[in-house]
C-alpha cells in the first residue's frame, strides 16, 4: 500500500519533457511544497512513491529517464478551492527537476526550480543592440534569444536551439524606451541581464504564467510558460481583505539590514581604470544616512547608471516590512457573515488590503484604505506544503515599500476581533 498525503485529491502533478512540454507522467504525492514569488523563481521539493498503485500514466512506474535532472518539467494543478474544479484546474507552478534522490522502499524526492531559472543556465553568445526600444520588447527578446527566437536585437545565438518551452510576451502600452548593447565577448547570464533590467528605475516587472495544451509550434499535448513584461503590474481583480478570521497565525518583521538612502552606483571602468560614478542623493528627512556603494558590471552609459541607482534607492530606502500570514486549507473565512477568501485571491506581485485586529496587534493598511496613507501592501511570496495529514498549510508574504510606522497600531480598547 503506497502512502499518499491527504490532500491530493486536491492536485494534479505532471512530470514532461524540458525541451518539448510533453508530458510523461502525472504522479501522486506523499507529500511536497513549493513556492511562487514576486520576481524571482520560486522552488519546492516533492516526495512520491515511484511504483505509484497502478500500470497507466497517471500511476504507474516511473523510470530514472522519466525524472532526469535537467530534462524533466514538473507542473503543479489546483483542482478545489476558489474556482478551481478537476474540469476546470489552476494552474499553479511550472518548474524543472534540479536533484534526486532515491531510496531503498521505492520513495524519490524531486528538487525543484521554477522555470525562469532556466534562464540563469543560458549566455548570450552573439552582439544583441536595442536601441529606442520598448523596455518590455528588450526583455522579451532576452527571454526569446534562449530559443533562439528573437526578433530583434540585431543578432540570435551562432547556434541556435529552442531551450525549452518558455517564451517572453509584452503586456501593456509602449510607455518607456531604452537602449541596451549585450557583447558577445561578455558571455553575460540572461538571467543576470533581466534581473539587472528590473532593478533600474521605473523598469520592467514580470508575470509568470503556464499553460497545458498550448500554442507551441511543435507541442500537441503539453506543458508551455510565458514570461510576460509590463510597465506596471497588471493586477485585475480588487485588492482582497485579509483580516484575522482568515489566517491561523501571523508574524510581523522589520528588518533595517539592506536599508540604503545615499547611493553611489558603479559601473564599468573607463580605459585608465576610472569607473563611471552615478549617486541618488538620500531624499529623506525623517531617517538617519546609511550609505551604499552598489557595482553594475558593463553598464557605461550614465543615464543607464543613474537609472539604477535611483532604482536600488527605490528598493532600499525604507526598512524592510514583511507579515508571514498563515492559512490552512485552500479557502479561507467560509463561516458564515465572513468574507472569504481563497488560494486564488493569494498571488505574488498583487496588492493586498490588510484588515488584522487582535488584543496585541492592528495592522491595517491598504489600497482602499486612503485613511491610512500611501502604504500599498503586497504579496511577495507564496509557499504550498502538503504532508500525509491534515489541510495544505499556506504561507504568504505580504511586504510594504513604504515607511510603514501608521500600519502598525494600538489595538483599542473595545477590539471586537478579539
Request: hydrophobic share 35%; charged share 15%.
Amino acid at each position: 500500500m503506497v502512502d499518499v498525503c491527504e490532500c491530493a485529491a486536491n492536485w494534479r502533478v505532471e512530470l514532461t519533457d524540458l525541451l518539448t512540454g510533453e508530458i510523461k507522467h502525472s504522479i501522486t504525492p506523499i507529500q511536497f511544497e513549493f513556492e511562487t514569488a514576486f520576481l524571482e523563481a520560486g522552488r519546492g521539493t516533492i516526495t512520491f512513491n515511484r511504483r505509484g498503485n497502478g500500470t497507466n500514466l497517471d500511476s504507474g512506474y516511473v523510470s530514472a529517464n522519466d525524472v532526469f535532472p535537467g530534462a524533466t518539467g514538473i507542473f503543479f494543478q489546483r483542482l478545489a478551492g476558489g474556482a478551481a474544479t478537476p474540469t476546470s484546474p489552476v494552474n499553479m507552478f511550472g518548474g524543472f527537476i534540479e536533484t534526486v534522490q532515491g531510496n531503498s522502499d521505492g520513495t524519490v524526492t524531486l528538487g525543484f526550480a521554477e522555470i525562469q531559472k532556466y534562464l540563469d543556465y543560458r549566455m548570450i553568445r552573439s552582439d544583441l543592440t536595442f536601441t529606442g526600444v520598448n523596455q518590455n520588447a528588450i526583455a522579451k527578446n532576452l527571454v526569446l534569444y534562449a530559443r533562439g527566437t528573437n526578433t530583434i536585437g540585431g543578432s540570435t545565438d551562432p547556434s541556435p536551439s529552442l531551450g525549452i518551452p518558455l517564451i517572453g510576451e509584452i503586456g501593456g502600452a509602449v510607455t518607456t524606451l531604452r537602449d541596451r548593447t549585450y557583447l558577445a565577448i561578455d558571455r553575460t547570464v540572461i538571467g543576470d541581464a533581466i534581473k539587472n533590467f528590473l532593478q533600474i528605475l521605473n523598469g520592467p516587472i514580470y508575470k509568470m504564467t503556464h499553460f497545458r495544451s498550448g500554442p507551441i509550434v511543435g507541442l500537441t499535448d503539453g506543458w508551455y510558460s510565458e514570461m510576460r513584461f509590463y510597465d506596471t503590474w497588471p493586477q485585475t481583480l480588487p485588492a482582497p481583505f485579509i483580516s484575522w478570521h482568515h489566517i491561523t497565525d501571523f508574524t510581523v518583521n522589520l528588518d533595517q539590514n539592506d536599508m540604503a538612502n545615499q547611493i553611489d552606483a558603479f559601473g564599468e571602468a573607463d580605459a585608465n581604470g576610472v569607473p563611471l560614478i552615478a549617486t541618488a542623493d538620500s531624499p529623506t528627512s525623517y531617517l538617519p544616512r546609511f550609505d551604499a556603494a552598489p557595482s553594475f558590471q558593463g553598464v557605461t552609459n550614465p543615464t543607464t547608471l543613474s537609472n539604477h541607482a535611483y532604482g536600488y534607492q527605490d528598493d532600499h530606502r525604507n526598512p524592510a516590512m514583511n507579515l508571514q500570514l498563515q492559512f490552512s486549507g485552500v479557502d479561507y473565512g467560509t463561516a458564515a457573515g465572513d468574507q472569504t477568501l481563497s488560494l486564488d485571491d493569494l498571488i505574488p506581485g498583487n496588492m493586498v488590503n490588510v484588515d488584522i485586529l487582535t488584543p496585541n496587534w492592528a495592522i491595517y493598511g491598504g489600497p482602499d484604505m486612503p485613511e491610512v496613507g500611501t502604504h500599498i501592501p503586497s504579496i511577495g511570496r507564496v509557499s504550498v506544503s502538503v504532508g500525509l495529514e491534515g489541510p495544505e498549510q499556506v504561507t504568504v508574504q505580504v511586504f510594504v515599500d513604504s515607511y510603514p510606522d501608521n500600519m502598525l497600531s494600538a489595538p483599542p480598547e473595545d477590539c471586537v476581533d478579539c
